[in-house]
């Protein structure tokens, strides 16, 4: 039987928020794939692990050369089908070849923790990218939902959605560390996160 790419999104990043099906994937993997982070809080011993760094590459060489001896499980953080590594593995592995596990995404949790429905919602990631004019631009009623980096952090993405249109005491929440010990969050108004520091990697939920 040929053997597979299983990827298995662990979640915002604490075990509670794991499917039981995703930790006895991790839990009985002979070759495992994440992030430093996550091999340190999941990998078990006797398991041959790979990091995902900047060479994505010698990520995929290291899953195929595994595939020869057994399963490979990658882990994502969130849910793989919404912006992690599921699209470089799928350029390069086919369907029969995967199985995907998934797992609860930061955003999700994000819209839990202000209970409000995400059904409307416009999602974004401005996580080592940009977003589209037609999904920034303001209209009466819309609802964002974005995902953060260091460079696009709260403070540049509210000077660019104010640039689009939206007014200033739009409702912003903010929510870092998802799930962790040291969760934190933050409600304000457009116009105040523009002169925000900090919340560099966080789920924003702006609400028109
Ligand atoms: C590469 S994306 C991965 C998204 C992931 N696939 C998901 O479904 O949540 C990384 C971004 O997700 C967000 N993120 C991931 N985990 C988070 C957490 N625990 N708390 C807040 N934001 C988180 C941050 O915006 C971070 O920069």
């Not at 590459?57 to 595994?66: A, H, Q, Y």
């Not at 409000?116 to 401005?126: F, G, H, T």
């Not at 080592?128 to 920034?136: P, T, V």
Request: charged share 20%; with cysteine; glycine share 6%.
């Amino acid at each position: 039987m040929e053997h597979k790419v299983i990827v298995v999104g662990i979640g915002p990043g604490s075990p509670d928020y794991i499917l039981p099906i995703a930790s006895r994937s991790i839990a009985q993997a002979k070759a495992l794939v994440g992030s430093q982070r996550a091999l340190d809080a999941f990998a078990p011993s006797h398991v041959r692990a790979k990091v995902i760094d900047k060479d994505i590459k010698g990520v995929i060489s290291f899953i195929s050369e595994s595939l020869a001896k057994s399963d490979v499980v990658v882990m994502v953080s969130g849910d793989p089908g919404f912006y992690s590594l599921l699209a470089a593995l799928k350029a390069n592995f086919t369907q029969s070849q995967m199985t995907v596990i998934p797992g609860i995404s930061s955003m999700q949790l994000a819209f839990a923790r202000i209970s409000e429905v995400w059904q409307d919602a416009v999602l974004i990631s401005m996580h080592g990218r940009q977003a589209s004019d037609e999904d920034l631009q303001y209209k009466p009623h819309k609802k964002l939902g974005i995902l953060t980096d260091h460079e696009h952090n709260p403070s540049y993405i509210a000077r660019v959605l104010i640039h689009h249109g939206w007014p200033v005491d739009s409702q912003v929440w903010l929510g870092e560390a998802l799930s962790y010990e040291d969760e934190h969050s933050k409600k304000l108004t457009l116009g105040e996160t523009a002169q925000l520091a900090g919340f560099t990697h966080c789920v924003m939920v702006v609400i028109a």
